[in-house]
């Protein structure tokens, strides 16, 4: 009895030394946060609420500036432009992630595996600054591969960046290209830890591949399923640097993101108070779309 009191305690120390470990290596990280984000928030919202004039003279304005933004056609352009780019984009990448992630789990050799998972995971690791100038040339009206390829398929040459119709689609496909193997590394390791077994069961009951998926890999995988979900909804409403570098907002503010719109309010127009106010509106709106992705990521699963 002794010698069960002594494992439990020891035990429970070991654990506490692990906790205790854990903490030291992640504070770096939450030390970093909390200066960087959680410490601002008072001086933005300090910002939000004064006009400034010049570098040192600032008047309280109270909540003018935050219901002035919501009368302003280029911020509802510039919100407008963020969902239909985030609406394009984070089925695309959770689709065809998933896909993927499905074809290279199906890949019994372990080395064609590997490259396979190293090749979509590159591009994730690329600067999006330097993915935007690739995708540039690439979309060039005059030299670009694209339209060199249209061409020797018979296909019309389009102006892509430049058209106000196809601007939005052709910064999706870089961000997909960009965010692609991100969400397929956490598929992957999701199909990797369904058990065989659940598989062999529904083999041996007449079950086929597509009821096996809707049935046992789409159920077990839910998790990896909400957690791609709520990280591109994230990255997608605070895009900035694709159409900052391809684009600019161009043309004619047609993929003019809210973030982008943020960024040119506080530094091309020096107006941070109205700024820090938009800021404001995007944190509510991530903050709200994350709670009720995170509300339905915790309903149990039945299996």
């Known amino acids: 009895m002794k010698e069960k009191v002594k494992k439990l305690i020891l035990g429970k120390s070991l654990r506490e030394k692990q906790l205790r470990t854990a ?21 933005i919202l300090y910002l939000s ?7 040192d003279f600032s008047k309280y304005v109270g909540l003018s500036q935050f219901l002035g ?8 352009a510039s919100m407008w432009n963020t969902l239909y780019f985030s609406c394009l984009s984070i089925p695309s990448v959770l689709g065809l992630s998933l896909g993927i992630a499905l074809l290279i789990h199906y890949i019994k050799t372990r080395i064609i595996k590997d490259f396979f998972k190293a090749l979509y995971f590159l591009p994730t690791v690329c600067s999006l600054v330097a993915a935007a100038l690739i995708w540039s040339w690439i979309y060039e009206p005059n030299i670009g591969l ?40 956490i598929f992957v390791a999701g199909l990797e830890s369904i058990p065989a077994v659940y598989y ?9 591949r597509l009821q096996q998926f809707l049935r046992i890999t789409l159920p077990l995988l839910n ?17 900035f640097d694709l159409p ?60």
């Not at 990896?224 to 990255?235: N, R, S």
């Open 23 to 43: 903490y030291l290596f992640i504070a770096p990280c939450i030390a970093y946060f909390f200066l960087i984000f959680i410490a601002q928030i008072p001086h």
């Open 49 to 55: 609420f004064h006009a400034f004039f010049g570098l």
């Open 69 to 76: 933004i919501l009368r302003e056609k280029l911020f509802w």
């Open 146 to 185: 694209l339209n060199n390829l249209f061409l020797k398929i018979g296909l019309l040459p389009q102006t892509w960046l430049h058209n106000p119709y196809l601007v939005i689609p052709s910064l999706v496909i870089m961000n997909v290209w960009v965010r692609l193997g991100l969400g397929m590394i």
């Open 200 to 208: 062999e069961a529904a083999r041996i009951d007449g079950a086929n």
């Open 223 to 239: 998790p990896q399923i909400m957690l791609v979900l709520i990280l591109e909804t994230i990255f997608t409403l605070q895009i």
């Open 244 to 303: 900052y570098v391809a684009t600019e907002g161009g043309p004619a503010n047609a993929s003019r993101t809210i973030v982008l719109h943020l960024y040119q309010t506080a530094f091309k127009w020096n107006r941070p108070g109205k700024a820090s106010a938009i800021s404001l509106y995007l944190f509510a709106m991530i903050l709200i779309l994350t709670v009720v992705q995170w509300k339905i990521s915790r309903k149990r699963v039945m299996y």
